[in-house]
């Protein structure tokens, strides 16, 4: 009988303490311990002149606050704060120290605060946190239960209800990216999320919108849009980017008449090659991708008349399916070439939300809508900080003022 090749793999307890470990938390402990005692001796310094009744220092040390244990990466570390006292006889004169580096009341850093959200919306449940969170941060580690994510959800939700009524005054987004994210979960009345993405002027992508919607209505994403500019955003965008079936385009002709449509690339291959046989999606994918990827208008239309001759005997509804948005799948080449990868599909949005699809997909169950609509906000406000910001933003000043671009050329560069 052969070996079994199965390698057992060792429980988290037994290799969180190692040696390595432990140097590293001693290390933290030390690093931390000096920066505190520069903190303060600065802070002793700025005062120094300064003197009680008697010509002394006024403000002195006053030993250290007892021993707290902040949780960390690399897990606990302790460490004691040091402390001023200030002999001056009226209080209101006191000076006070509060330590920049080791606020009151905390325990654990900032990277673990994110930590515990992202382990739920990454598709922990609740009931594995202590596992999960002994074999990262050691198995002593304290504040970091289960019932934490209830608490961290409650916030969530709150600063979601805050993020709401913002004011959007004096904002300007060039471009919209629009999509309607259903995530597979019961969500009382709500059937998806409505999610509106938009480019700065200054080239960075900014969440602007994320509610509850009613299968991507008219009504819904209208009563979103009234929302917006009811908050201040009066400024048309330049462009939308989204899936042709959206309700949306119904609705941003009645809201903001002058933003130009594009059909998101993506969208439009994936619904062509629904109404054709798998042994020839290959080939038409191919086909497709000569379309959007060309050089220019006159290209592209060339390709695009190639595959209608290719399909149109046999595979009606494929080439009806594309040939419906002609126009609007080709509005990216009257913008500048340099946004032409961020405008002619709306994978921002697509890959954003495909965190949130895994959370809802490994919990199932019912969630009320508000837990989803805060879930996926707290997960964009996360991946917003990593998202990719427009090549070549100093052009956005071009489209806001209206210059002509042709196959992404600005017009006037073509004439000279």
Request: aromatic share 10%; charged share 25%.
């Amino acid at each position: 009988m052969k070996k079994d090749n199965v390698v057992k793999i060792n429980n988290p307890e037994t290799f969180i303490d190692d040696p390595l470990t432990g140097i590293l938390r001693q290390g933290a402990r030390d690093l931390l311990a000096q920066a505190l005692e520069m903190e303060i001796e600065t802070v002793l310094n700025q005062y120094k002149d300064l003197k009680d009744q008697g010509g002394h220092q006024r403000v002195v040390r006053n030993g250290y606050l007892p021993e707290r244990q902040i949780q960390t990466g690399i897990g606990p570390v302790s460490v004691e704060a040091p402390r001023i006292r200030d002999r001056s006889p009226q209080q209101s004169e006191r000076i006070t120290f509060s330590s920049a580096l080791l606020p009151p009341y905390l325990r654990k850093t900032r990277s673990m605060e994110q930590l515990i959200p992202w382990l739920y919306l990454k598709g922990v449940s609740t009931g594995d946190f202590s596992e999960a969170l002994a074999a990262l941060v050691g198995k002593d580690a304290s504040g970091l239960s289960a019932p934490t994510v209830g608490r961290l959800k409650t916030v969530w939700q709150q600063d979601y209800q805050q993020w709401q009524k913002r004011s959007l005054e004096g904002k300007c987004y060039v471009y919209f990216w629009v999509d309607g994210i259903y995530c597979n979960v019961r969500m009382d009345d709500k059937q998806c999320l409505l999610v509106i993405i938009g480019a700065t002027d200054k080239g960075e992508k900014e969440l602007v919108a994320i509610e509850g919607g009613f299968r991507e209505s008219e009504l819904s994403w209208k009563q979103l849009l009234l929302d917006l500019k009811s908050r201040g955003l009066t400024t048309a965008p330049q462009l939308a980017i989204g899936d042709g079936a959206l309700g949306f385009w119904k609705a941003l002709s009645k809201v903001y008449d002058g933003t130009r449509w594009q059909r998101c690339w993506v969208h439009k291959t994936a619904n062509v090659l629904n109404s054709l046989p798998k042994s020839l999606q290959a080939q038409a994918k191919s086909k497709l991708h000569q379309i959007w990827q060309a050089a220019g208008k006159d290209e592209a239309q060339r390709h695009f008349d190639d595959f209608m001759k290719t399909y149109e005997a046999k595979y009606p509804k494929a080439v009806q399916c594309l040939e419906k948005d002609h126009d609007a799948l080709f509005t990216f080449y009257d913008f500048p070439a340099e946004h032409w990868r961020h405008i002619r599909t709306s994978n921002p949005i697509e890959s954003t939300f495909a965190t949130v699809r895994l959370r809802t997909h490994k919990v199932r169950g019912c969630f009320s809508a508000s837990t989803v609509l805060s879930m996926a906000f707290k997960l964009c406000q996360c991946a917003q900080k990593r998202w990719i910001r427009l090549h070549r933003p100093e052009r956005l000043a071009d489209v806001v003022k209206g210059v002509k671009f042709v196959n992404g050329i600005e017009e006037k560069r073509i004439a000279a």
